[in-house]
């Protein structure tokens, strides 16, 4: 970014827009926004109270068992997708309706479906995140080139060898990116999930603050949340950059 | 020079049964609509390099893979050393055009993938391994990653591997045909010297007419697509004289002629 003829650091826009927050806050014209010192000291204080550690691990659970059952059953859908074209024909549509849908709207069925648990959450989670893993993987497996299956195929692979060491490592950078957008996903999966249900984990705290207009633990909380999400994605594109570059000939 | 399917042609195809080390029977492709290749009768000797050449499509990389057991034939058989050909065995090993290594691991695993493949353990296959990268000239590299070198030296990660197991048959697509030209022409002189040193079957697929009468006992012309066989020709070059003598040797360019003039026809 330049101003000014300067350059200026991304992390500088950041403390603009902190100094912007912080200065609208104190002004008081607008009561929902705190100013963000206050609710920097109400995130402190936040994770340390045991509701949020609880709704804390609730909220982590749904959401790494919904993701790890996207990712597997993703991954096995996009490489069927990918290999057979008669599978690619029957859910290519589906996949495809599913993964611009505005699946918010499915909750209210999945509760009459799953209950209020977090049954419900967990399957959010999963519907929210499944689709795009699909999609990327399919693209992985797609683009795996064709003589490094017939490279395989005449050292004599097994199936088992082909898939394992060869077409799913191939397909990794794309499997990965797929995971990362999915993860991305699965964080709205499960705090939608939460907030429509409303009994559970973080849904449940968003929804006491938001009412009690408890405007500094209910930013304090949507903080949190961003930071995990941003991390848990720089991590894995982390994770991707180093594939990237063992695979930088393709 | 000898040019075989001048003389008696039917018969000439046919060697020796002992000195064959495969024999193509009979073979036609058709890919649905699209006839590659008809009714092809061939022999390679054993322990020869032999070139197929031909216009581009008549089906040279179809009948390498036939052979290699990757796509099955539509009528026809093929024989490995008398075994009838099923689909990949260990005797065949195949040299790709793109070199097919895998990115993510290094040359020694690239290498020695065949080997993994088969179950070998780690310290066994990696030191056969490192005996054929020294072989290709690749000491030093062992633990480079393909898009760390350049196409010529893939290539030779390509050709170690297919060393590396052991077949009694090297089949190779083009192998030099993404390698530049400095590096092609040195690539060349070390194949004949590892053509020599090996005594393997190869058989090359090329698209260059210098480079066929330059490393082949025997080249194969096909005709334009279906691919049948158009002539036979043996340049009988003296491999003793050296690299720049044998380019600029006259039977070495006449019969880079001759072959000009029966492929010039196919050309559109
Ligand atoms: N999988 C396939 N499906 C349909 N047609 C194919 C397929 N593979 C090859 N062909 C066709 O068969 C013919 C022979 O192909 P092949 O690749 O064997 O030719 P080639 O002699 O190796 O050509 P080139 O010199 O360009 O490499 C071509 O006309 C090609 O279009
Ligand atoms: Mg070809």
């Given at each position: 970014?330049?101003?000014?003829g300067?350059r200026v650091p991304?992390?500088?826009?950041l403390?603009?827009?902190?100094?912007?927050?912080?200065?609208?806050?104190?002004s008081g014209?607008?009561?929902?926004?705190?100013p963000?010192?206050?609710v920097?000291?109400?995130a402190?204080?936040?994770?340390?109270?045991?509701?949020?550690?609880?709704?804390?691990?609730?909220?982590?659970?749904?959401?790494l068992?919904g993701?790890?059952?996207?990712?597997?059953?993703?991954v096995?859908?996009?490489?069927?997708?990918?290999?057979?074209v008669?599978?690619?024909n029957?859910?290519?549509?589906?996949?495809n309706?599913?993964?611009?849908a505005?699946?918010?709207?499915?909750?209210?069925?999945?509760?009459?479906l799953?209950?209020?648990g977090e049954?419900?959450?967990?399957?959010?989670?999963?519907?929210?995140?499944?689709?795009i893993?699909v999609l990327?993987?399919?693209a992985?497996?797609q683009?795996v080139?064709?003589?490094?299956?017939?490279?395989?195929?005449?050292?004599?692979?097994?199936?088992f060898?082909?898939?394992?060491?060869?077409?799913?490592?191939?397909?990794?950078?794309?499997?990965?990116?797929?995971?990362?957008?999915?993860?991305?996903?699965g964080?709205?999966?499960?705090?939608?999930?939460?907030?429509?249900?409303?009994?559970l984990?973080?849904?449940e705290?968003?929804?006491?603050?938001?009412?009690?207009f408890?405007?500094?633990?209910?930013?304090?909380l949507?903080i949190?949340l961003f930071a995990?999400?941003?991390l848990?994605?720089?991590?894995?594109?982390?994770?991707?950059?180093?594939v990237d570059?063992?695979?930088?000939?393709? | 020079?000898?040019?075989i399917?001048?003389q008696?042609?039917?018969?000439?195809?046919r060697?020796?049964?002992?000195d064959v080390?495969?024999?193509?029977?009979?073979?036609s492709k058709?890919?649905?609509?699209v006839e590659?290749?008809?009714?092809?009768d061939?022999?390679?000797p054993?322990?020869?390099?032999t070139?197929?050449?031909?216009p581009?499509?008549?089906?040279?990389?179809t009948?390498?893979?036939i052979?290699?057991?990757l796509?099955?034939?539509?009528?026809?058989e093929?024989?490995?050393?008398g075994?009838?050909?099923t689909?990949?065995?260990?005797?065949?090993a195949?040299?790709?055009q793109?070199?097919a290594?895998?990115?993510?691991?290094?040359?020694?695993?690239?290498?020695?993938?065949?080997l993994?493949?088969?179950?070998?353990?780690?310290?066994?296959?990696?030191?056969?391994a490192a005996?054929?990268i020294?072989?290709?000239?690749l000491?030093?590299?062992?633990?480079?990653?393909?898009?760390?070198?350049?196409?010529?030296?893939r290539?030779?990660?390509?050709?170690?591997?297919?060393f590396?197991?052991?077949?009694d048959?090297?089949?190779?697509?083009e192998?030099?045909?993404a390698v530049?030209e400095?590096?092609?022409?040195?690539?060349?002189?070390d194949?004949?010297?590892?053509?020599?040193?090996?005594?393997?079957?190869?058989?090359f697929v090329?698209?260059?007419?210098?480079e066929?009468?330059?490393?082949?006992?025997?080249?194969?012309?096909l005709s334009?697509?279906?691919?049948?066989?158009?002539?036979?020709?043996e340049?009988?070059?003296d491999?003793?004289?050296?690299?720049?003598a044998i380019?600029?040797?006259?039977?070495y360019?006449?019969?880079?002629?001759?072959?000009?003039?029966?492929?010039k026809?196919?050309?559109?």
């Amino acid at each position: 970014m330049k101003l000014f003829g300067y350059r200026v650091p991304m992390m500088a826009s950041l403390i603009v827009w902190c100094a912007i927050w912080e200065l609208v806050g104190r002004s008081g014209v607008l009561f929902l926004i705190p100013p963000l010192s206050d609710v920097l000291v109400a995130a402190v204080a936040l994770v340390q109270t045991g509701t949020w550690q609880a709704a804390a691990i609730t909220t982590l659970n749904s959401f790494l068992v919904g993701m790890a059952l996207a990712i597997l059953v993703g991954v096995a859908i996009g490489v069927l997708m990918g290999r057979s074209v008669a599978a690619d024909n029957l859910l290519g549509i589906w996949v495809n309706i599913f993964v611009s849908a505005p699946l918010s709207a499915l909750v209210p069925v999945l509760m009459i479906l799953f209950g209020m648990g977090e049954t419900t959450v967990v399957v959010t989670v999963f519907l929210f995140a499944v689709w795009i893993i699909v999609l990327d993987t399919r693209a992985g497996i797609q683009g795996v080139p064709p003589s490094l299956i017939e490279m395989g195929r005449s050292y004599g692979a097994s199936r088992f060898a082909l898939y394992f060491r060869i077409i799913l490592l191939s397909a990794l950078p794309e499997i990965l990116a797929g995971i990362r957008l999915g993860v991305i996903r699965g964080v709205k999966g499960v705090v939608i999930g939460q907030l429509l249900v409303s009994i559970l984990g973080y849904g449940e705290l968003f929804e006491l603050y938001s009412r009690n207009f408890d405007m500094e633990n209910f930013w304090a909380l949507t903080i949190i949340l961003f930071a995990a999400a941003m991390l848990l994605s720089g991590l894995i594109e982390s994770l991707e950059k180093r594939v990237d570059y063992y695979a930088g000939v393709r | 020079m000898r040019n075989i399917t001048a003389q008696a042609s039917a018969a000439a195809t046919r060697l020796a049964a002992s000195d064959v080390a495969v024999e193509v029977r009979g073979i036609s492709k058709l890919y649905s609509e699209v006839e590659a290749l008809r009714a092809i009768d061939l022999d390679f000797p054993r322990g020869k390099l032999t070139t197929l050449l031909g216009p581009s499509g008549c089906g040279k990389t179809t009948l390498l893979k036939i052979i290699a057991g990757l796509i099955p034939a539509t009528a026809g058989e093929i024989r490995v050393n008398g075994k009838v050909v099923t689909g990949p065995g260990p005797e065949r090993a195949f040299v790709f055009q793109d070199f097919a290594l895998m990115p993510w691991a290094t040359v020694m695993r690239n290498v020695a993938f065949g080997l993994e493949l088969k179950g070998m353990g780690r310290d066994e296959r990696q030191a056969i391994a490192a005996k054929y990268i020294a072989e290709v000239g690749l000491t030093g590299f062992e633990s480079k990653y393909p898009h760390e070198l350049s196409g010529g030296m893939r290539q030779r990660v390509g050709l170690a591997r297919a060393f590396a197991v052991n077949a009694d048959v090297l089949l190779l697509d083009e192998p030099f045909s993404a390698v530049d030209e400095q590096n092609r022409r040195k690539f060349q002189e070390d194949l004949l010297s590892l053509v020599e040193k090996e005594k393997k079957t190869f058989i090359f697929v090329t698209h260059s007419i210098e480079e066929a009468v330059y490393c082949s006992d025997r080249i194969v012309i096909l005709s334009r697509r279906p691919g049948r066989i158009a002539q036979i020709i043996e340049p009988e070059i003296d491999r003793a004289a050296s690299p720049d003598a044998i380019r600029r040797d006259q039977s070495y360019l006449d019969t880079v002629e001759e072959i000009w003039q029966g492929l010039k026809r196919y050309v559109d």
